[in-house]
C-alpha cells in the first residue's frame, strides 16, 4: 500500500491537461453491453474504478481492451451471469451494471454499490423505474435480482432529481417495447454524454439534459466510436489548487459552461478567472480573498464534489463561511482531518463553518473518500511542512495521475510505500 507524501508552500504555475469525465466513464461501459457489435469510448481517464469495471465486463463474458485511454469492447459473447461479489463491491456506480444488463438480458444479479462511504445512497428510484417498465426486484443477501418477462415503456416521475436514476432508467428502457418518459430528471452534463453514446449505437432519446427525457424503445444497438466528455470535477479540483497555491495556471479540455456555478464563486473570492473556448486560466490577485457561502444542488448548482475541496481554500480567507450539503448527509469526514492541519472548522447539521485565515501545518491525515482525498491535497499544498495523506486508494478511484500532473505544475509531491505498522494501523 502506498501513502502520498506533499511538501507544502510552492507556488505552482503552468498546463494541466483535464482527463475525460470518471462519472460519465462509468455509466458509459455498462452500456456497451446493450450493443451486438464492438463499442469504442475514447479519452476515458485512467482511474481504478475504469479498470474495476472493465474486469466486470470480461467476468460476463466480454473481450475488452483498454490501452492509452481508449476502451474497446466486443459484448457479443457476455452472458448474463450474476455479480454479487468481487470487484462490484469497490464501486460506488455499479449499480448501472442493473439497467444495462436488465435492458439487454432481462435479467440482472448486481451486488450493492460499494465505493466511497457518504451516507445513504438509497436506490429506490432506480428500482421504482425498473418496476415501471416491467422487472420484479429483490433484495436477497446483499444482492440485487431484477427479472423481467419482457421491458415496455412507461412514464416515469422520479421523486428526487437522481443522476443516477435517470441514467440507469435509460439503460433499461433504451430496448424496451414502446415509449418511456422520465419525469423530474437529472440534466447533469454525464447524463447528456450517456445519451449520445447510446444514440450513436441507434437509440431514439429526446431531452437530455432536461427535466423530461423521452425514450422510444428499439430492438437492437450497433456498436459505435464515442468520445467522453471533460471531467469538470477534475477541472474545478485544478481550479481550486490554483486559486489556493497557483500563480497562473491553465486548466486545458474544459467546458467552462460546466463549471459556471464554481467560477462565479472564485470570482466572488477575489479570484482572477479567464474563460477560453476550452480553457480556463487561474490567477490570484494580491488581494486578500474574501469569504463565500456554497450551498450544493443539482446540476446546474453548486456540484456536491466539489464543496470538499473548495473547503481547504475557504481556510485562507478571511471571515466565516459557511458551506452546506444538500445532496450528501455525511460529506463532512474530512473536517477532522482538516483539524489536525490547525484549520478552524466545524460541522453544524449538514453545514461546515470555516473560520480564516489560518495557517495550515503539514501532518499525517488519511482520506476516507474520493473528494475529502482532493480537500487534502489542496491543503498539504498550502501547508507548511510535509503532508503524509493515506487512503490513497480513494484518490485513485477518481483523479487520473494525479501525482504526475500535479508535479508538472512545480508541486513537490510524490508516493511513498507504506511500512507493516502504517499498514495495520490503516486497516483497524
Known sequence: MEKLMIEGGHRLTGTVQVSGAKNSAV???????????KVTIEQLPDISDVRNLCELLMEIGGDVSFKNNTLTVNP???????????????????????????????????GLPGG???????????????????AKVTNERGAIYLRAEELRGARIYLDVVSVGATIN???????????????????????IDVATLLTSMGAKIKGAGTDVIRIEGVSEL??????????????????????????????????????????????????NVEIDDDQVIVSRSEEPLKKVDIKTLVYPGFPTDLQQPLTSLLTQVHGTSIVTDTIYSSRFKHIDELRRMGADVKVEGRSSIILG???LQGAKVKATDLRAGASLVIAGLLADGVTEIQGLEH????????????QQLGAHIWRENMDMEEQRILSK
Open 27 to 37: 455509466a458509459l461501459i455498462p452500456a456497451a453491453i446493450l450493443a451486438n457489435s
Open 76 to 110: 457479443e459473447n457476455m452472458i448474463d451471469m450474476p455479480l454479487p461479489n468481487g470487484s462490484v463491491k469497490k464501486l460506488r456506480a455499479s449499480y448501472y451494471l442493473m439497467g444495462a444488463m436488465l435492458g439487454r438480458f432481462k435479467r440482472a444479479v448486481i
Open 357 to 359: 485565515p489560518t495557517h
Open 222 to 271: 450497433n456498436g459505435c466510436r464515442h468520445s467522453i466528455i471533460p471531467d469538470r470535477i477534475e477541472a474545478g479540483t485544478f481550479m481550486v489548487i490554483a486559486a489556493a497555491v497557483g500563480e497562473r495556471v491553465t486548466v486545458d479540455n474544459v467546458i467552462p459552461q460546466h463549471l459556471e456555478s464554481l467560477i462565479a464563486k472564485l470570482r466572488e473570492m477575489g479570484i
Open 169 to 191: 432508467i435509460m439503460l433499461a428502457a433504451v430496448k424496451a417495447k414502446g415509449q418511456t418518459i422520465i419525469e423530474n430528471a437529472a440534466k447533469e452534463p454525464e447524463i
Open 395 to 406: 484518490i485513485d478511484r477518481g483523479y487520473s495521475h494525479l501525482v504526475e500532473k500535479l
Open 116 to 134: 466511497c462511504n457518504l451516507g445513504p445512497r438509497p436506490i429506490d428510484q432506480h428500482i421504482k423505474g425498473f418496476e415501471a417498465l416491467g
